[in-house]
């Protein structure tokens, strides 16, 4: 809890970009898999799960 100066209560909030596409997608690939993207200049992140 961060009060300020005058007893306020300040809370740090965290929201993701309103200009930015994200895209979720959850893969059961217990058989295996080829995970593959196209190239692109911006940001791309892949989370691999064992």
Do not use: P
């Not at 740090?12 to 217990?30: C, F, G």
């Not at 295996?32 to 200049?41: L, M, Q, R």
């Amino acid at each position: 809890m961060l009060l300020d100066h005058q007893g306020i209560l300040r809370i740090q909030i965290i929201r993701m970009n309103s200009d930015t596409l994200y895209t979720r997608l959850i893969l059961d690939v217990k058989g295996g898999a080829t995970i593959t993207s196209k190239d692109y200049d911006g940001f791309q992140n892949i989370m691999v799960f064992r």
